[in-house]
């Protein structure tokens, strides 16, 4: 009778674990201001605006910290930290499986604790490794970034004391945001980490972090003006995104760097150092900006990876037709060491020199070992439905 019993028991287990992984009220954009003790609204004007939730409910260890200094990045005031405990995890419940998703975890260490002795530990998703985490005494938050289909209506996002240290892993900010209509060619057994996403020609006033109505996945891109190109931008700016492949930010297609003259080429460096050999990809997005006279000229160009050429590619211009074409060059997968050079040549016929408004690079993460594991659940799952038959024919 006993063994009944604890088979029954064991049913009921497998039961309620298969049942919270497909939990109904699941979201579909989740940000947690880790260690926060209240709520904060987002700002924009839109009801599918993501407000910064407190983070009790995701997750069950670890202790509250606030910092001694106030920043203006309200996200960088608090965090969690984990000073018992070799993995602590966040589960975040979704609304459905099989989801696209921009992961972004953020730290900033502000030396909470007065040791001024900044931790490095590892980030983990679903049981693969996201990033090795090292925190510093800088003013900025530092920030991890991955696209990662979901396979479960859940992810969890964990945080590890590496083997051969003693350090408190700890976190400020995580973010959620479903992205499934961009980044088509993504799929479920590649992950991709971002190395850079860059807003070429545009200076540091501009945003990098903006409202929903300019960007819609929250995505963060950096400024960066080029002293050796030209940094243009469209005459009027508008603040809100284009339609079209990826959604990028007008205020990203605005800006942009343009080489000096028409037969030069624009070079652009990628270091990807420490992690030496990758399989990169790359994203990049092109639309002259500027209004030109006359308007018959022509913008195309060749894209060389380590002087392989791998794309040609037309550049609208935003004040041609219904000013809101663009165009997206997505080149992957790149087998990169250490660094790669990307180059930006005018192609024939191209009577407009070369430019570029903005490129997202990514290392690819192998993540079809988590699938197995998945598969194994199921199995287990399949297999106590079939003890629970069992069981039920010897009980009636
Ligand atoms: C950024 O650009 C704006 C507008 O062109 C300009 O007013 C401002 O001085 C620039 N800031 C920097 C830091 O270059
Ligand atoms: C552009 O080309 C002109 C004429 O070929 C040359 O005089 C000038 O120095 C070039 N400018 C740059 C920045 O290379
Ligand atoms: C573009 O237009 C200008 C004047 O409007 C003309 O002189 C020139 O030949 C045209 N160029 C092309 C390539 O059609
Ligand atoms: C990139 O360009 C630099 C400068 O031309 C060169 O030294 C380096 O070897 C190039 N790297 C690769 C990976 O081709
Ligand atoms: C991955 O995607 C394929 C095709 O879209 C699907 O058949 C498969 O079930 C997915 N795998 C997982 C683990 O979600």
Not at 347 to 352: D, Q
Request: proline share 5%; charged share 20%; glycine share 4%.
């Amino acid at each position: 009778m006993d063994r009944w019993k604890t088979m029954l028991v064991l049913q009921l287990v497998f039961y309620a674990v298969n049942a919270s992984s497909y939990e109904r009220d699941g979201f579909y954009n989740l940000r947690i201001d880790c260690g926060a003790s209240t709520e904060t609204p987002a700002p924009g004007k839109y009801n599918s605006d993501v407000p910064w939730r407190t983070d009790e409910k995701f997750i069950q260890t670890g202790e509250n910290k606030l910092l001694p200094t106030s920043h203006t990045d309200f996200q960088m005031n608090t965090l969690r930290s984990f000073p018992k405990g070799q993995k602590s995890c966040y589960t975040l419940p979704f609304y459905r499986a099989d989801y696209k998703f921009l992961f972004r975890a953020g730290f900033y260490y502000g030396n909470y604790d007065g040791l001024s002795k900044p931790p490095s530990f590892r980030l983990e998703i679903d049981g693969t490794s996201w990033a090795d985490v090292t925190t510093s005494m800088s003013e900025e938050m530092i920030y991890h970034e991955l696209l990662y289909i979901t396979k479960k209506a859940q992810a969890r996002v964990c945080l590890i004391r590496t083997m051969d240290n003693i350090d408190v892993p700890f976190i400020s900010s995580l973010e959620a945001y479903n992205i499934d209509v961009a980044y088509d060619w993504m799929d479920n057994t590649t992950a991709l980490y971002l190395h850079s996403r860059i807003n070429y020609g545009a200076n540091t006033s501009i945003e990098q972090r903006m409202n929903y109505d300019a960007e819609p996945y929250y995505r963060i891109w950096k400024s960066k003006e080029m002293s050796n190109y030209r940094n243009i931008h469209a005459d009027s700016m508008r603040f809100d995104y284009m339609i079209g492949e990826n959604r990028p930010p007008f205020p990203v297609m605005g800006f942009a760097i343009q080489a000096r003259n028409l037969t030069d080429s624009i070079y652009l460096s990628i270091d990807f150092s420490p992690r030496t050999s990758v399989q990169a990809y790359f994203v990049l997005y092109f639309m002259d900006p500027v209004f030109r006279v006359p308007q018959n000229q022509t913008s195309s160009v060749e894209i060389y990876i380590d002087s392989n050429e791998r794309a040609v590619t037309d550049i609208p211009n935003y004040n041609s037709l219904f000013g809101n074409q663009f165009h997206v060059v997505t080149l992957f997968s790149v087998p990169v060491n250490g660094s790669a050079n990307v180059t930006i040549s005018p192609a024939e016929g191209s009577t407009l020199a070369p430019l570029l408004n903005a490129m997202e690079v990514f290392s690819a993460i192998d993540v079809s070992e988590s699938g197995h594991l998945f598969n194994l659940s199921s199995l287990l799952f399949i297999t106590s439905l079939h003890l629970l038959v069992i069981l039920m024919t010897q009980l009636f």
